[in-house]
């Protein structure tokens, strides 16, 4: 079955960095488009990036273009998501998604993951 892992959230005040990690397993990790999304206490889930399977093309939200980069390892089976500059607004549960389906970016994803708490406040 599909697991995703999210880790490395925490506490961290306006201007900090975070990195964020997710192990993935039970699928072709390296086959799919992978996303970070993250829900803001009261909102929806918001889309924040996505990866292709290569890790050679990357899209950003314009609230964190600039601040936020996505990457991952394949050999780890591991996306990451590098905060920079961080904003009392960037508080929200992170999650990483893949996509539903093998090679391609269809912007319809699904998240297993039970998220890892992300803190911006001073």
């Known amino acids: 079955q599909v697991q995703l892992v999210e880790s490395g959230g925490g506490l961290v005040q306006p201007g900090g960095s975070l990195r964020l990690s997710c192990a993935a397993s039970?699928?072709?990790?390296?086959?799919?488009?992978m996303y970070w999304v993250r829900q803001a206490p009261g909102k929806g889930l918001e889309w924040i990036s996505v990866?292709?399977?290569?890790?050679?093309?990357?899209y950003y939200a314009e609230s964190v273009k600039g601040r936020f980069t996505i990457s991952r390892d394949n050999a780890k089976r591991t996306l990451y998501l590098q905060m920079n500059s961080l904003k009392s607004e960037d508080t929200a549960v992170y999650y990483c998604a893949k996509d539903r389906t093998a090679l391609l970016y269809t912007r319809q994803y699904v998240s297993w993951g039970q998220g890892t708490q992300v803190t911006v406040s001073s």
């Open positions: 039970g699928f072709t990790f390296g086959s799919y488009w």
């Open positions: 990866i292709n399977g290569g890790g050679g093309t990357t």
